[in-house]
């Protein structure tokens, strides 16, 4: 499932757990690499999330909306969905400027 072939490397955004070298190091059976990739990409996430907080912004899904189920009043999450981003729309045009850089 972590498989990303060459076609899907043109087209699938930066953040797409598939390009995780930890991850693949891992698969890979490279241990220390992987230790090491892991504690790397811990480092940016907090440094995104150290950003965030820093210019009061509040991190957010981009492609889906919480949103109250009707029936039930649970709340879920909704693809594309109030001020979500449409995925299939970035995919087409790679536009993924909007994406926090975390791998």
């Known amino acids: 499932m ?46 995104a999330r ?12 981009k492609y889906f909306t919480q949103v109250d189920d009707p029936d039930s009043g649970e709340k879920y999450y909704a693809y594309g969905a109030g001020k979500a981003r449409d995925y299939w729309k970035d995919r087409m045009s790679q536009d993924w400027d909007h994406l926090d850089k975390i791998y």
Do not use: C, W, Y
């Open 2 to 47: 972590n498989n990303l072939t060459e076609g899907l490397k043109q087209v699938v955004p930066p953040t797409d757990s598939r390009h995780r070298t930890d991850q693949r190091a891992l698969e890979n059976g490279q241990m220390e690499l992987a230790a090491s990739e892991k504690h790397r990409l811990e480092e940016l996430q907090r440094a």
């Open 50 to 61: 150290k950003i965030h907080e820093e210019n009061k912004t509040e991190h957010f899904p």
